[in-house]
């Protein structure tokens, strides 16, 4: 019985032994797949220049809803519903709170770019609060229409500065005589009795989109400042008319500019990193420098966003130099400090607007 067990066995392990081997399949390598970079953001324009006649001008409703991301995207979407068929040229932003404000220039270019359409010019400025609890961000936007708007071109008005903003309402009013006001931004230093701003702006200027914003945190003195853009009912023969009234009271400004170009420049912003006077003038050099392509010519209105009181004055002086003999008269426009900017270095940041060829 042994024997045969043996025997069995080893006709087995021979048969066994006797069998082809089987081919090991060899497993595909897995590839691992390509990193893709993801390509960097396009950069809004230096300067953009659009027809007068064209221009349509909106301000973004505020929301309470979201983080800062979130409701720039919300303003947005709103602006797009607003203008239409309209192109986007120019938008200003007024950032409040403690999100990154350079989140506005990203969040355009990556929403623009993914539409395929052509970005607008940002400038983007920190505000000490807006007239809404948890509000983080308001939009101004200039955009050019494709029919005639505006046959008798355009009159942007200075910041008409007051203790409250019931008088600087009431001398903007005056000085807009004979025009249908299509936008009005107030800057004040502070927020309380914004109801009575509000009912001040609507019943002065019922056509116009109104924008509110406090210049900062802590402002130390009632300051209300009101400035506005608008449509006049005639048209003049002179293509750019600046008016020096005597109650505005400031001889370096013009109290309102009247433009009858065919065209209109607008420049992005412009930064000094110290406040001194080289500095100063090298924001002012690159200003009109940057809106050279866009075909500028006479530099009517200026912007100037300052953060410290020491750069007031230097600021314009450094206009005024640097415009000497390129503007007919003083340059109408604003100057007023602000929370901050998008650069933790500025000391002062500076935009214009031109007549362009």
């Known amino acids: 019985m042994l024997g045969r067990l043996i025997v069995v066995a080893t006709v087995c392990a021979a048969m066994a032994h006797a069998q082809p081997e089987r081919p090991i399949k060899k497993s595909k390598e897995k590839k691992e797949p390509v990193t893709q970079a993801l390509g960097a953001l396009p950069e809004p324009p230096n300067a953009i220049a659009a027809e007068t006649a ?3 001008f909106h301000v973004s409703p505020l929301s309470a809803k979201g983080l800062l991301s979130q409701q720039i995207r919300d303003a947005l979407k709103a602006l797009e519903k607003a203008r239409g068929n309209a192109t986007l040229v120019k938008l200003r932003a ?17 929403d623009f770019s993914e539409r395929k359409i052509p970005l607008p010019v940002v400038t983007t400025i920190q505000a000490g609060a807006l007239p809404l ?16 708007v505006n046959p008798n071109g355009l009159a942007f008005y200075s910041a008409q500065s007051a203790k ?38 609507a019943m002065a200027f019922p056509a116009a989109a109104a924008n509110f914003v406090q210049l900062t945190r802590l402002g130390m003195q009632p300051l209300a400042a009101c400035e506005g853009v608008g449509r006049p009912d005639t048209r003049r023969d ?11 009271g400031q001889p370096r400004w013009s109290s309102s500019a009247y433009i009858n170009t065919p065209k ?34 006479e530099l009517f209105y200026f912007s100037i966003y300052g953060l410290t009181r020491g750069v007031e004055e230097r600021s314009l002086a ?12 003083p340059p109408a426009g604003a100057m007023l400090m602000f929370e901050g900017l998008p650069s933790l270095d500025a000391a002062m940041g500076v935009e214009a607007i031109a007549a362009a060829r």
Not at 275 to 297: C, H, S, Y
């Open 54 to 56: 064209k221009l349509v």
């Open 318 to 329: 450094a206009r005024d130099a640097r415009m000497k003999g390129l503007v007919p008269g």
């Open 238 to 248: 002179s293509a750019i008319v600046l008016q020096a009234d005597a109650m505005y």
């Open 94 to 110: 007024f950032v409040a709170g403690t999100g990154d404000m350079r989140r506005v220039q990203a969040i355009v270019s990556e």
């Open 164 to 201: 409250e903003v019931g008088e600087a309402v009431a001398q903007l009013q005056k000085a807009a005589r004979a025009t249908a006001m299509l936008r009005v931004t107030c800057f004040l230093n502070a927020l309380e009795g914004i109801e009575a701003a509000r009912t001040a702006v």
């Open 264 to 297: 209109i420049a607008f420049s992005g912003l412009q930064m000094a990193f110290h406040d001194e006077d080289a500095d100063i003038r090298l924001a002012f050099d690159r200003v009109v420098k940057m809106m050279d392509p866009a075909g500028a010519r």
């Open 133 to 148: 609890t948890g509000a983080q961000v308001v939009l101004e936007a200039v955009s050019q229409a494709r029919g005639v």
